[in-house]
C-alpha cells in the first residue's frame, strides 16, 4: 500500500504563509526580499517583484498600491505614462505588470512556449509568420512617439491589408507583441482600463544587453523564490509558464544562493534572508484587503498554504480564471470583499468565510478597505 502523503503542519503553513507576506513587500516597514530598503515608488514594487498579473488593471493597480502605504491610483498612472512601470503578455499568455528593464529577458524565456501554446488558434485564424513580420514594422512605426490605442493600432493593420474581424485584431496584436516590438505604457486619455501601446524600442530605456536564454532563466528563477518563497520548484515553473525539468536545473545551480526547507515531503525555496526568521516569521497581526489576482494567492501552483481547500471555490467562483478580491488576516485568507457604487460613492463591504469577525477583527477589515477606497479617489 501506497504511503500517505505527507503535508506541511499547520504551524509550518502558517509560517510559509507569513514569510511570503514578507517576501512580497506586504508588512509595512519590512522591505520586499529582493530589496535593501521598503519600496518608495510603483516601480520599486513591481521591480521587487519581477512581474504581477495584470489582466485586470484596475486590481493590478491596486496590487502595487496596497504595496506602497500612501499611494493613490494617480500615481501608479504616472509610473505607466513615464515608463518606469510597463504591462505586456510576460508569461502564461496573459498581461503582466513588469520593471521594463526585465522586458527582453522575460521574452527570451518565456515567449517560445507562449507563441507554441498560440500555434493552434493562430492557423485557425490564418496568421503566418510572414503577415507578423509585415505587421511588426506596422505596428513600430504607428505606436512610435506618442503611442496609439488600441483603435488605431487595429486601423493600422486593417490598412496594411491585414483582417482584424472577430478576435483576430486581439491574436495579431499578442502576437506583435511576444515579438517584443509593442508594450503598454500610458493611459489612453479618459480611460483608467485601456493603454497606449508604445513603440519598444523608443519607450524602453537602454539597457545592458540580454543574457542568453539560460542566463536570463537563472535570473527570473532567483528572482520568484526571492520574492515569492517560501515556494516550491513546481510553483515556480507555474508562474513562468514553463515545464519543471529547465526550471529544475536552474534551482540546482542556484542551491548555493537559495535557502531551502523540506515541509510535508516538498522542498520549499526562498530568500537566504529568511532564513534567519523561520522561527519567529513576521505579520502574525497584519490584515490585508487585497485585489483578485493578487500575487499573493495567484503566484503559486498550490495555494493551499494561504488559502483554506474548502474555501476555494468561494475565491474562484466556477473555475472560469475570476479571482476575487481577498481579505488576509496573519497570512491566511478568510474571506472575500466586494465594492459597490451607488451614484458616484463607493462602499466596500467585507464577505467572511465563516461566522462574523470580532469587533476588533472588523475594524481592521474596515480600515483596509477603507484605505482602497482612498487611494482610488487620490
Known sequence: ????????????????????????????????????????????????????????????????????????????????????VIRCWGARGTLMLIDPRLHGSLLAVTAQRMNAKMAGTRAQEDITEAELGRLADVARERCAGTGATR??????????????????????????????????????PGSETRQLFMAAGSWLPETEPHPDAGAALAMLVRGYFDSHGPATVADCAWWLGLPLTPVRAAVAALDPVLGSAELGGDTFHFAARHRERWEHPPGARSVLALPGFDEFLLGYRDRSVTLPEEHTQVVTPGKNGIFLRTVVAGGETIGTWEVENSGKARYARFVPFAGEPTPARARAVAARMDSYLRFRNA
Open 1 to 84: 500500500m501506497a504511503a500517505p502523503p505527507h503535508h506541511p503542519t499547520p504551524v509550518q503553513r502558517n509560517a510559509v504563509a507569513r514569510l511570503r507576506l514578507a517576501a512580497q513587500g506586504l508588512l509595512p516597514g519590512i522591505p520586499a526580499a529582493t530589496l535593501p530598503v521598503p519600496a518608495t515608488t510603483p516601480a520599486d514594487v513591481v521591480a521587487a517583484l519581477g512581474m504581477m498579473q495584470a489582466q485586470d488593471l484596475p486590481q493590478a493597480c491596486w496590487a502595487v498600491g496596497v504595496r506602497l502605504p500612501g499611494a493613490g491610483l494617480s500615481r501608479i498612472h504616472a509610473a505607466l505614462a513615464d515608463g518606469s
Open 151 to 188: 483603435a488605431e493600432l487595429l486601423r493600422a493593420f486593417e490598412d496594411a491589408g491585414s483582417s482584424i474581424e472577430g478576435q483576430r485584431g486581439y491574436h495579431l496584436i499578442v502576437a506583435v507583441s511576444l515579438r517584443g516590438v509593442i508594450v503598454q505604457g500610458p493611459m489612453e
